[in-house]
């Protein structure tokens, strides 16, 4: 069986916690915060969140993992069957990844947990957040996913990510993201009322407590 290890807090872990729900695949979860211990890092080279276990052993890194599980397990098909729709689709996830996901995390601190963010660094998250979203209208399709008529894995990238962005523009940057923006708005909505979502929201919000815990200690 495969084990999912990270927890239940992080946007990357809930990714592929979706994946593997949306794919009816029994999977084990793992507590694991990641870090530098030499515990850690024989998991997860970086000592980064998620990690999933397989028979084979660990893989890190997201993308790779969605990708793998896609290309080894049954279920619901989470990528196009052709080449070129399946590179469109990770073209949209790295996007959302890049220039969405990890500009409004150099915002988290002040966004999620009290904590000052220097204002030139919230000067650059503006500017790169608004260039993510321009290219996300550019290149994103709507129909109702992010790639067109089915779900993918940018889907999951798009769900955990823009959400936290525009909390982050919100409470840190005082932009609405999605003022101009309904198609993204409405796929929020659409990927909220997925039936895992309420799975995957209960236990983010039975973990929250005990990692805040570890932020206030300096252990996270």
Not at 97 to 109: H, V
Not at 120 to 140: P, S
Not at 210 to 216: P, Y
Request: proline content about 6%.
């Amino acid at each position: 069986m495969l084990k999912l290890h990270g927890f239940s807090v992080s946007n990357y872990y809930n990714m592929v916690k979706l994946a593997l729900l949306e794919k009816g695949l029994p999977f084990e979860e793992v507590l694991f915060y990641g870090g530098s211990s030499p515990q850690s890092v024989a998991l997860s080279p970086r000592g980064k969140v998620p990690v999933l276990e397989t028979e084979h052993g660990f893989l890190s890194e997201t993308g790779v993992i969605l990708d793998y599980i896609e290309q080894t397990q049954p279920g619901k098909a989470l990528l196009p069957p052709d080449a070129f729709g399946q590179a469109k689709v990770r073209e949209l996830l790295r996007e959302i990844e890049l220039y969405i996901e990890l500009p409004a995390r150099t915002c988290y601190a002040e966004a999620f947990f009290g904590m000052a963010v220097d204002p030139l660094i919230k000067e650059r998250a503006r500017a790169d957040l608004l260039a993510g979203f321009a290219t996300l209208k550019r290149n994103g399709r709507f129909a109702p996913y992010v790639a067109g008529e089915q779900m993918t894995i940018a889907d999951l990238m798009f769900c955990f990510s823009v959400d936290l962005a525009c909390l982050v523009g919100k409470k840190v940057l005082g932009v609405d993201w999605l003022a101009d923006f309904p198609e993204a708005k409405a796929l929020l909505d659409l990927l909220g009322k997925n039936p895992h979502m309420a799975r995957i929201v209960a236990d983010k919000e039975a973990a929250m407590p005990v990692f805040l815990e570890l932020i206030k200690s300096g252990k996270r």
